[in-house]
C-alpha cells in the first residue's frame, strides 16, 4: 500500500477482448461431473438453445483430478473440453485449488486455516486451505502446471480463471510465521514496528519478530493496527496464492487472459491491488431479489468491478438466475429480474453477463441455489427467459462490446479504510463503513448520475467531482491528492470521519488532518458524535442520521446547513469553502440526492437523461442509452429525439414505454 | 432406516400392564440420596397420603454406586428397594449411565464428548458421556449387570428404566472412527458414499474410509448428506447404547418391561425406531404454563407417544408439579392446572402420570425446578393439588386402565425428514419443521378431531385420512405409500416443501417427486417463494404465512383457492385433484382449521363433539368421554343423552359445567 | 466469606489524606512513554495550566521496564519522576502487573488464561495472566520489588497503585490445581465439599481432591455451588496477586498508601473483601453521557465506594472527560457534564478527581477513549472545560477534604448473594440483580435521601432504616444482624428473593429462611412467579414488574398492598409487620420511591432538601450543601436561610438559580 499506483491490466497483456471477439460472453460455471454423460449431451443441446457460448470448467474439481496424492486424472475433463469445442462452447478453465481433496488435511493437518480462537476448519466444506501453507502451495503449483501444460493450447481454452472467491484467514502457526516475515518485509526493524502499531499503548512492546503472532483471542481488545496489518497481510497472502498459479498458466499460455472472481464489495480483499494482477477483472454478483435497492447494490458493485478494469469492460463472473441459498430466506427472481439486471451489466460495462451456474446441482451444499436450468428443467419458468436473454445478449453484442462508460463523478473507496475503521475500539459500531458508500452511491444513482469508483491516490483528472463518502484513514499521498482535485477547480463532496487516521491508523492531530480542516473551513474538531440506531438529528431543511460532529468553523467557511435543537443546536451540519463542502452527519436519502446532484449541477455534470420517472435506471455505454425499469409497474419515459430501440428493432420517437422490470436500448 | 417396519413392542414382551395392573401409576423421580434418612420416613407417609404407587430409583446414581473404579455401593439402595417395598411402592428401577462418575473423565478423557468445535463437554453437569467410547460402554455394561443381577427378583421391581434421556452428540476422534463403521455397513464402499453425498460438488470425494471425519468445524457450508448421515449415526449409536443395556437387564429379568424416557418431540432421536425396541415406551412433557397453547403442546407429545407405543397405554415419566427451571421465566402452574394436564394424559392413553420429581431438591442445578412436595412442603398448595390428583387417578384407573384411543387421522412425521431439512443451506430459515407440524396438529386439535401419528412408510390402512404437515425427504417406500392410500379412495392433505428429496437428500427431478405432483395435478413447480418473518401473502379467503409457491397446475387440478396480488397473483394456493389436496402456503390458523375440518368432513371423520365451547378439549379414550376446560373461566357443555361423571361421582343429562381449568370423565 | 468483619483501612495505615494534605487531587493517568520528551514539557505547562496536582504513573509499563526476561530499563521513568517533582506532581506509582511482556506468553504459555472452553488468552491486549500462574506471580513479585526499592523514597511518590482493574478468570491446568488446594482450605475434607455443592443430585460425588477442575464447558446446567466457590475463589485469587504486591511496596514504603481501581459495581471481585486490604479505595467510574440515569449510576457507585471506604474519603482514579470507546455508540460529554459529575463525585465523598488519562492517545485500542487533552488539543471544548474545573477543586478543596457524608440509610448488598443468583438454573433470566439494586438506590436518590451500602453481615446501629434490594443468599449471621437491627427498633424493607439460599447455595426449608418469613408475616411461600420481560402485574395503587409471589400471610402481617387481577388476585403484593416491609414485586419508579420515602419518614429519616424541582440532585458532605443540576434547563432552588456559594463566591438567600448542568456548593 505505500507505492500506489492506477489499476487496469498490464499493457500488453491480453485481455477480455481476446475471450469475446465480438461477443458477449453468456453461460456459467458447468459441473457435469455431477451428472451423467447422458446428461452432457443434453446439455449442449440447451445450451445451443439458450446462446451459451461460455462455460467456466473445473472449479472445485481437485478431488476429480487428482483423488489421491500425486495422481492425475485428466480424461474426463479431455472429453468435456473436446465436447464443448465441437459444439463451439468457449471454455473459462479453472485451477481447482480452492478446495483441496480429504486427503491433503488428513495428510497433512497444517493445510488446514485456524480461526481466531484456534478452532480448526476442517475438510467437508470448501476453501480449507491455509494461504501460507508450503503444502498447499506446492501442491496447487503442481496441478495447475499439469493443468495448464495439458490445456494451453487446446482449441476450447478461452480464458484462465484461477481459484475461487479467495476468501480464507488464517490464525495458525504457519500463518503466524509469514505474518512475520511480511511484518519484516514491510517494517524493516521491530523497533518500527513498535512505532507503527503504538505498542507504547498498554505495554504491548516487542523485544524480536519471534514475539509476534497473528491477533488471536484475547482479554480484551486487540491492538488495531495489529488488525489492520493482519488484514493487510491476509489480502496479500491470498494474492500471492492468485499470483503463483497465474504466472504458471500464462508461461504456458500467454495470450490467453487469466482472472479470478471477486465476491462484490468484499472486504477481505484489497481489489484495487489485486484488479492489477489481473488480465480480466471479474466480480460475482448477487443483490436481494426482496431488495428495494437491490438494483442500486448491483449497479453499486458493476461501477466499481468497471472502475478496477480501469473503466473497461469486464466479466460478470457469477449470477443467479433465481434464488440463493444462503440468505435466510431466499426468494427467487420474479419474471423479467434476471433479463432486466443482466441488461444492466452490459449498461454498466459488462462483456460477460455469466451464471452460478449451468444446470442447478441435485445434491450438496448449494442445491436449492438456483441455475439456468433449475430444478424445474427445460420447460421451467426460469429456463424459458435464460433464452431470451441468451437472444438479445447476441443481438447487442455488436453494438456494445468494448465499448465504454465515461463518468464524470469518481467516488473514492479504500480497503485499508474500511479495514482500519472497522476497530472494536471505534466510535460507534452504527457506522458501518460499506453501508455509507452504499448511501452515497445511492444518492447518486438515484440522481441518475453515472460514477466510477477510484482509490484515493488515483489519478482523479478525469472528474469534475470527487466524492468521499467516508475515509477514516488516508495517506498523506491522498490528501495531497484531494487538496490538489480542488486547486485544480474540482468539486469535491466528503463525509464525516474522512481523514482522521494516518496509515498506521495513528490519529492525526485534531483528528482530522489539517490540510483537510483548512480545506473545508474547519477551525477544530471538539467532538465526535455518534447517534443510535434510529436516532435522527434534524438540521437546516433536512434529518441527519447516523453521526453529528461539535464543529467550530473557520471564517472562511460558508455554513451551508446547521443543527437545530439538542446539544450541537447552531453548530455546521455542512460546510462549504469554494467548491469543497465537508458533511458532519449522514443526510435522509432525498436530502444527500439533493446536495449532491447540486454539486454536480455546479460542477457541470448532468443526469443521463432529465425528467425519468420514479424506479428507471438510464446509463450510456458508448453511443447507447439503455433505459431499465425497476419499477413493479409499467412507465413511459420521454427522450428527445429519434431512435431505434435494438432489442425489440422498433423505431422510437420522443418517448418510450418500458413495461414492468422492461428494458430499452436505444441507439442513435 | 431402509427397512421401514411397524412400531410397537416386540410380540410376547412385557408391556406397560405388566407394571400397572390395573392401576395408574402415580409418583416420579426419587433421589433419596440426597437426603437424610429420617426424611425418607417421612416420604413413605407422604407417598401413601398421595396415593404414590411408583417411584423411579438410580437416575444419576453411578458415583454413588461405583464411587471408584469397580468399586460396588449397593447398601443404600438395598435399603431403600426394601423401604418401598414395604409401604407397597412400585420402583421403576434405572441404570445410573447418563452421569458417569467423575473419575472416568479423569482416568479416561476420551469418554468425554467433543462438540463440532472440537471443545470437550465436562463433566460436573450430567450426559457427558461418548456414545462410541469403548471404556463408557463397557463400565455401562458392568454397573448395569451387577445392578440387574442384584435387583431382578426384588419384589419391588416393576420396570427397568435405562439411561436417561439420551441426547449427546460427539465429534471426537473415537465417534469418528464409530462413524466411519456406520458408513461402511450403510453404504458397503467409499463409492456409494460419494453418490449418496453428491460428493461432485465442491470437490469432496473421498478416496478412501480413513479420509471420512464427522461434520467438524469447517469454512463455510457442508454437505447436507454428511450432516444428515451424521445425525442418523448419532441417533443409533445412542440406540446401540441402549440395546446394550436392555439386553443385560433383560437377561436377569426376561419379564419385566424395560423403558427409556424421550424428551418430547425431540429432534436427536428417532424415537420410531427408538419405539420399537422399547416394551413401554415413555416420555418427558413440560408444556410452559405461561404458552396459551401448551395444553395443544401437550396434546401433541401425547398423540405422537401413544402412537410410538402402536396405539396402547404409554407412560408419562416426567412432568412437573410446578415450575421448571430451564427456561428464560420459569413460571408455576396455576391452581388446577396440574391436574388438568395430567388429566389430558390419561384421556391420551397415559396409563401412568409421574413427575421429575418427588421431592424438590434443595441443592444442585435444579434446585428450582418443583416436585409433588416443594420447598414450601406439605402444607403447600402444590402439595395439596398432587394429593387430589392421585385421590382421582384411583378412581379413573378401573375404567381406563389399557383402553385405547382410536383416531380417524394420522399425521405423518418422520425424522429423516426434520433432519435433512434442517441443512443450513435451505430455502428459507423461518420454515422450521415443528412449528410447522404444530400449526397443523393445532388445527386439528382445534377442530375436535383426535389424531395419530404415524411414520411415512407404516401402514395406513386404519386412517381415513391422513395429512402430512411436510415431509420434505421422502423415500420411495413412503411416496408409494401415500399413492396407496389415495388409490384405496382415502382423502390425504399434504403441506408444502414434500416430497422434495430423496433418502439421500437428492433433489428429486422437477423440484417435487414426479409422482405425487401427478397426484396433486401439479404439472410443474416453477419456484419456490418463502416468506419472510412476519410476511403473508393474500388467498382466496384467508392469508398465508411462511411460504408460497409459483405453480403450474395441470388441467385435472381442481383450484380450490389461488394467491391474490404480488407476484404469484393468479397462481393456486390450494389444489386438489379427487380426494387429495395440496397446499403451497400455510394457512393462518383458523383456515387451517376449517380446511382440514372440512376435509375431515368429506372423509366422514367427524370432531368428538359438536359445538364445543371455545378452549375445551374432548376426548374418547375406550368408552369414557374426558372434558377439559383450558379456559380461564367456566363454562358450559352441552353432552347429549346421560353420563356417570367420574372424577365427582355426578349424574350428567344434557349439559355439564366446568370450572376454571375443570374437568369431567363421563361414563355411559 | 465466613468471618465477616468490618471494611476500612486497618488502623495505623497510611490514607489518602497522607496523599491530598488538604488538596482534592486532580489529574490522571499519565503515559508519557507515547510521546516523544518534547511533549512532556508542554504537559508540564498544561497540568500547570489546569490545576493538576496529580498523575498515575506506569500503568502497563512492563514491557517498557523490562523487555526482556530480567532487564530492568528505569532511565525513562527516572526522568518523568524528577519532572512532575520539580513541576510540583504528585506521583500515584503503579506496578505494571496488569500487562505482562510478550515474552512471558511466548516462553511460558502457561501463563495466558484459558476461558470456560479452553481457549486461550493470547498476549496483544492487556491483562493476558493467569492468576494462578507461579510465573506470573514470580515476575511480578521481582519487578514489584525493583520498582519499590527504587522509587519507595523518591519525593513525588504519593501514593502506590497496584496492578490495574482486576479482572481475569482462569479455567486452566495451574488454576484448576490451585481451586484444588483453595477448595481444600474451604472444606478439609472431599466429603465436605461433597455436602456443599449437594454432589448426590445428578451423581457427581467426588472421590478425591484430584478429580475436582473448574466449572468448564459441560453438556448442561452446572452445579451451582461448583461456579459460585469458583467465583469466590477468583476473587481471592486476584486479592492474593494483590496483596503479594502490596506487602512489597509497604515493605519499601510503609508510609504511602495503596489502592488498586475497582471498576464500578464489578461482578468478579467481592470489593468488601478488598477493601479491608487497602489504604485508599478507588474506583473507576464511566456513566453514559446519553443514558437518563447515568447521574444516579454515578451516585450509586459513589455511596458504594464511599461505604468500601468505611464512610471516609475516596478516590475517583478514573472518569472520562468525554467519550469512551468501548460502547456501542460512544457519545461525549456536553458542555458542563463532566464538571458536573465531577463535583457529584467530591459531594458524595471524593478527595480524588482524575481522569483516564491526561491526554488522549493517538494510537492502540483506545484512541478514541477521551483524555483531558482530547485530539482537540489545547483550544478543544473538553480542555477549557478541565481547566475551570481544576480551579473550582482548588477553591473547594479547604472546605471538604477529610469531611464525611453521613448517610442514614444503609442498602444491603453481597456479592456472594449476586454469584449465586446468577445460576444458569434460576428461576428467571429476567431478574438482574444490579439492574435490581439499581433501581432500589435509584428510588431513594430520586427522593434525596442519602443512602450508604453495607455487607449484610456488618454492624447496622448507626442506621435508622435498612433495604434490601435482593439478596438471594444470606448466611445466618446477616440473618440475625437483620432480625437484631428490626428488634432494635430499625426499619426494614426487604425486597424479594431473599434469604432465600444458605451460604452453600441450599435452598433453605420453605423457599426462604423461617425466621424472615416470621419477621415478614409470612405463614408460607407457595409459589415465586416471575414476570416475562414488558410483563406487568397490577397491585394497589402501582403497577409491578419483574416478579410475584404467591404468599400466604400469617395474621400478624399487615397487607399493605394487594395483587389486583390475574392468578394471584387478592394475594399479598406488599406485607408489613411493625417496621419490617416485604415487596413480592418490584412497584414501577414512582411507587417504589413513595414506598421507601415513607418507611424512611416513619423511621425519621428526611430527604437532603425539600421541594427540589426535578433532576435536581441535593448531597450534604460535612456542613456544607451541594446542590447539582442534572436537567437540560436552568432550575430555581429554595433554601432556607443564608449561604455562601463556594463556586461563585456569591451570597445566596433562601434561593439559588442553577444553570443547565449547573452547580451550587453553599456554605452555611
Redesign the interface.
Known amino acids: 500500500m505505500r507505492t500506489p499506483r492506477g489499476t487496469g491490466p498490464e499493457p500488453g497483456r491480453p485481455s477480455l477482448s481476446d475471450a469475446t471477439r465480438g461477443r458477449i460472453l453468456f453461460g456459467g460455471d458447468y ?1 457435469p ?2 451428472w451423467p454423460e447422458e446428461t452432457w449431451h443434453e446439455d449442449v443441446r440447451l445450451m445451443k438453445e439458450a446462446g451459451v457460448n461460455s462455460v467456466t470448467l473445473g472449479v ?5 483430478l487428482e ?2 496424492p500425486g495422481a492425475r486424472e485428466f480424461g474426463w475433463l479431455d472429453r468435456l473440453m473436446d465436447l464443448m469445442h465441437e459444439h463451439g462452447v468457449g471454455v473459462v478453465l479453472a485451477t ?1 485449488t480452492s ?1 483441496p ?3 491433503m488435511g ?1 495428510l497433512h493437518p497444517e493445510t488446514l ?1 485456524r480461526d481466531e ?12 486451505f491455509s494461504h501460507s501453507s508450503a503444502v498447499y502451495r506446492r501442491c496447487a503449483a503442481a496441478i495447475t502446471e499439469d493443468l495448464a501444460a495439458r490445456y494451453a493450447s487446446h482449441p476450447a481454452l478461452t480464458m484462465w480463471h484461477i481459484n475461487n472467491e479467495y476468501c ?1 484467514f488464517d490464525y495458525g502457526d504457519e500463518a503466524a510465521a509469514a505474518f512475520r516475515r511480511w511484518l519484516q518485509d514491510r517494517y524493516g526493524t521491530v523497533g518500527a514496528l513498535n512505532t507503527a ?11 524480536g519478530w ?4 497473528p ?12 488488525v489492520l496489518d493482519f488484514k493487510r497481510f491476509t489480502s496479500d497472502m491470498l494474492l500471492e496464492c492468485y499470483t503463483a498459479e497465474r504466472d504458471i498458466v500464462r508461461r504456458h499460455s500467454p495470450g490467453t487472459p487469466v482472472t479470478s472472481n471477486f465476491m462484490p464489495m468484499w472486504v477481505g480483499q484489497d481489489a484495487w491491488r489485486w484488479a492489477a494482477e489481473e488480465d480480466v477483472v471479474s466480480v460475482d454478483l448477487y443483490p436481494d431479489p ?1 431488495d428495494p435497492l437491490g438494483a442500486q447494490h448491483g449497479a453499486l458493485v458493476q461501477d466499481m468491478t468497471r472502475s478496477q478494469a480501469a473503466g473497461g469492460p469486464w466479466m460478470l463472473m457469477e449470477q443467479a438466475a ?2 440463493v ?2 440468505r ?5 427472481k ?2 423479467g429480474l434476471n433479463r432486466l439486471w443482466s441488461l444492466q451489466a452490459v449498461a454498466r460495462g459488462a462483456d460477460a453477463v455469466c451464471y452460478f451456474q449451468w444446470r ?10 438456483s441455475g439456468m436450468i ?4 427445460e ?4 429456463f424459458q427467459e435464460i433464452k431470451r436473454i441468451g437472444a438479445e445478449l447476441a443481438l447487442l453484442a455488436p453494438h456494445v462490446t468494448d465499448t465504454r462508460v465515461t463518468p464524470d463523478i469518481a467516488v473514492l473507496h479504500d480497503w485499508d479504510s474500511w479495514w482500519a475503521g472497522e ?8 457506522n458501518d463503513y460499506a453501508e455509507v458508500v452504499r448511501a452515497w452511491h445511492r444518492a447518486l444513482w438515484e440522481a441518475h448520475i453515472t460514477t466510477a469508483f477510484a482509490r484515493p491516490e488515483h489519478d482523479l483528472s478525469a472528474y469534475r467531482m470527487v466524492v468521499v463518502p467516508q475515509l477514516y484513514l488516508l495517506t498523506d499521498t491522498a490528501i495531497e491528492n484531494l487538496l490538489a482535485h480542488v486547486r485544480a477547480g474540482g468539486t469535491l463532496v466528503c463525509g464525516f470521519l474522512t481523514g482522521v487516521a494516518d496509515e ?4 492525526r ?3 482530522m488532518d489539517e490540510r483537510l480542516r483548512d480545506l473545508f473551513g474547519i477551525r ?10 434510529g436516532e435522527s438529528v434534524a438540521c437546516d431543511g433536512f434529518s441527519g442520521r447516523l453521526w453529528s460532529e ?1 464543529i467550530e468553523p473557520g471564517p472562511t467557511a460558508v455554513v451551508e446547513a446547521r443543527y437545530r435543537g439538542g ?1 450541537l443546536d447552531g453548530l455546521p451540519a455542512v460546510l462549504r469553502k469554494g467548491t469543497a463542502r465537508y458533511l458532519s452527519t449522514l443526510p435522509e436519502p432525498a436530502a444527500l440526492r439533493a446536495l449532491l446532484a447540486g454539486a454536480a449541477r455546479s460542477a457541470g455534470v448532468r443526469p443521463v437523461l432529465d425528467g425519468l420517472p420514479d424506479g428507471v435506471e438510464a446509463v450510456r455505454r458508448g453511443d447507447l442509452l439503455f433505459l431499465l425499469n425497476h419499477g413493479r409497474g409499467p412507465v413511459t419515459v420521454e427522450v428527445p429525439g429519434s431512435h431505434r430501440e435494438l432489442l425489440g428493432g422498433a423505431s422510437v420517437r420522443g418517448s418510450v414505454r418500458l413495461e414492468r422490470y422492461g428494458a430499452a436500448v436505444l441507439a442513435p
Not at 477544530?524 to 440506531?533: C, I, K, N, T, V
Open positions: 459441473n461431473e455431477q472445485f474439481s481437485w478431488a476429480r483423488p489421491r481447482p478446495s481433496p480429504p486427503w488428513r486455516p480462537d484456534g478452532r480448526t476448519e476442517w475438510w467437508g466444506s470448501r476453501q480449507h480464507t502499531w503504538g505498542t507504547a499503548f498498554w505495554g504491548q512492546g516487542y523485544d519471534h514475539e509476534v503472532v491477533p488471536r483471542r484475547a482479554h480484551y481488545m486487540k491492538n488495531p493496527t495489529h426482496r433465481g434464488a441459498n444462503w435466510g430466506v431466499n426468494r427467487p420474479p419474471r442447478q446441482s441435485r445434491q450438496g451444499a448449494e442445491k436449492f441455489h433449475g430444478h424445474a428443467g420447460r421451467g419458468r426460469a476497530h472494536e475500539g471505534r466510535l460507534s459500531a452504527e498506521d491508523d495513528r490519529v492531530p485534531g483528528g477544530a474538531l471538539h467532538e465526535w458524535w455518534p447517534l443510535d440506531a461539535e446539544e
